[in-house]
Nanobody, 115 residues
């Protein structure tokens, strides 16, 4: 069973930065894509950022230019660097890893942005 463990969440003031990490218990080179999702209270889970096995990235319009997704295959870890955080970024952030027959989720890490 593949496990994903997120870390790096916390409380930050608006305009601040955080870096989330997702450590995977299996070779992440086998997953395509890897994603960060988030879910705010009362809202559906939404896709925030995606990175392919080749390193191509895509972002939700609401975070483009502020968030950066990256992957370190040697460390089996993906990251989400978040800058210029806004109160509307407050949510639980989830790491997601996919391959044709599998779809894995982490337990989430909470990010709270105060105004």
């Amino acid at each position: 069973q593949v496990q994903l463990v997120e870390s790096g969440g916390g409380l930050v003031q608006a305009g601040g930065s955080l870096r989330l990490s997702c450590l995977v218990s299996s070779r992440i080179a086998s997953f395509n894509p890897m994603n960060w999702y988030r879910q705010a209270p009362g809202n559906q889970r939404e896709l925030v950022a995606t990175i392919s096995d080749g390193g191509s990235t895509n972002y939700a319009a609401s975070v483009k230019g502020r968030f950066t997704i990256s992957r370190d295959n040697a460390k089996n870890t993906i990251y989400l660097q978040m800058t210029d955080l806004k109160p509307e970024d407050t949510a639980v952030y989830y790491c997601n890893a996919r391959r044709p027959m599998d779809n894995y989720w982490g337990q989430g890490t909470r990010v709270t942005v105060s105004s």
